[in-house]
């Protein structure tokens, strides 16, 4: 028996073409039961410890907050509505790795990127990078 918690909270402010977003996840379990293989936390990927592969962070506690600012280059325009560039500062714990070895303790990562409404959905291109040397990039079509 366990019983798993999930918290996630995000917030937002505008002013012109300037957005700062914060966010704060955190999980973990009730009590004295753990977490089993299969619904342990995967972290990791874009705005998510974005130095680090999607899924790459799998444990069973997870703490992280995030500071991702955005600038609007350009207003709607035939085919989008607006076009975005950003960066991100992260920083996140996960404990108890599944994987002996895994990154531990705080991790820190920060990103810059390209966002694009489009009539398909957002479209980013970014880049990831961790404190420890980790890099990702990518590419998404649709939410992150």
Excluded: C
């Excluded at 039961?33 to 506690?61: I, K, N």
């Excluded at 694009?116 to 040397?133: I, N, Q, T």
Aim: no cysteine; glycine share 16%.
């Amino acid at each position: 028996d366990y019983t798993r918690w999930d918290t996630n909270l995000i917030g937002a402010y505008s002013i012109g073409r300037h957005t700062l977003q914060a966010g704060f996840r955190a999980g973990g379990t009730l009590g004295s039961g753990t977490l089993p293989t299969y619904d342990l936390f995967q972290w990791g990927g874009f705005l998510q410890q974005s130095g680090y592969p999607q899924g790459a962070l799998v444990g069973r506690e997870l703490t992280y907050g995030r500071l991702v600012y955005t600038y609007r280059l350009l207003n709607r325009q035939l085919l989008f509505d607006g076009l975005y560039a950003g960066a991100s500062l992260e920083a996140g714990r996960m404990e108890q790795p599944l994987v002996p070895g895994s990154p531990t303790g705080l991790l820190k990562s920060a990103s810059v990127f390209l966002g694009l409404d489009s009539v398909l959905g957002p479209l980013y291109l970014g880049f990831g990078r961790a404190a420890d040397g980790n890099r990702s990039a990518y590419l998404y079509l649709g939410r992150p």
